[in-house]
């Protein structure tokens, strides 16, 4: 099967700009995650959806981050205005609610506020 | 969910066996022990998980205590490809359970050839 997509890569923007990350998980699967992994750290869940509503969101910086998923099936995460400390790798996961469904993690978004 | 403890790093000879600990003194009767592993510039790779017995698969074994407050990941013939960050995670994930997957800062497994 084919894995979580996430795109770009790679980004760089300046201090107050905005960006906005894409995710596309594993067909089927209901459950979709945004982690936020700061250098050196674990990843950090910042909101997880089931389908196409909000599970848990008590982590996600509301003030500037946002995050949807229209269709139940792909994702965006936007932050605006972006700030030096946003500087991380952006992980989109997924999983099926059958059983006990692993997470199944795509490669990131590493992002760079200068 | 309850919390891990995990030791930063682990040091392993190529060939042999990689035993990694954790301790989830409060794990709950609920909870599942998870393990993951993070290669560099890599999203985190589902490794085995269990709730009170044993488990074995293509990738690792996972021993957990009778009393559940600790396990041990094994990996039974480390190669340099298991060099990797191990996250050892405790979540009531599963079971069609939406409960979260928290991430410590895990174990950086070194293999050395």
Redesign the interface.
Known sequence: EAG?AQSPRYKIIEKRQSVAFWCNPISGHA?LYW?QQILG?????LI?F?NNGV??DSQLPKDRFSAERLKGVDSTLKIQPAKLEDSAVY?C?SSS????????????TRLTVT | DAKTTQPPSMDCAEGRAANLPCNHSTISGNEYVYWYRQIHSQGPQYIIHGLKNNETNEMASLIITEDRKSSTLILPHATLRDTAVYYCIVSRHGSGNTGKLIFGQGTTLQVKP
């Not at chain 1, 059958?98 to 490669?107: A, D, E, I, R, Y």
Request: glycine share 16%.
């Open positions: 979580v459950t982690y750290q674990g990843p950090k869940l997880q089931q599970v848990d992980l996961a609610r059958v059983g006990n469904s692993p997470l199944h993690f795509g490669n990131g």
